[in-house]
């Protein structure tokens, strides 16, 4: 089994950053993308940014420009460095990894969520 463990989240201005983080352990062979969705009340859960294992990215455009999305693969960690944060990014932020097997068995795992609130 894959556990994530997301930190980071928080109150904070509009205009303000946070880095939000998510650590995977269990039992991983390999891991493939990694993302960060968000939910907003009563929206449906959105892609925010998306990294592969080869570094590439891509984002929402809400959030392009704003938002940074990076991996540490040694520490089976994902990153959202987020910036200029707009109360619109109000929401709970998920993260999401993608693991392979030896045998190139896929499967997707989710992190409980974290709390992300920007004030006006």
């Known amino acids: 089994q894959v556990q994530l463990v997301e930190s980071g989240g928080g109150l904070v201005q509009a205009g303000g950053s946070l880095t939000l983080s998510c650590a995977a352990s269990?039992?991983?062979?390999?891991?493939?993308?990694m993302d960060w969705y968000r939910q907003a009340p009563g929206k449906q859960r959105e892609l925010v940014a998306e990294?592969?294992?080869?570094?590439?990215?891509n984002y929402a455009d809400s959030v392009k420009g704003r938002f940074t999305i990076s991996r540490d693969n040694a520490k089976k960690t994902v990153y959202l460095q987020m910036n200029s944060l707009k109360p619109e990014d109000t929401a709970v932020y998920y993260c999401n990894v993608v693991t392979s097997t030896r045998f190139g068995v896929t499967r997707g795992y989710w992190g409980p969520g974290t709390q992300v609130t920007v004030s006006s």
């Open positions: 990294i592969t294992g080869g570094g590439g990215t």
């Open positions: 269990g039992s991983i062979f390999s891991i493939n993308v």
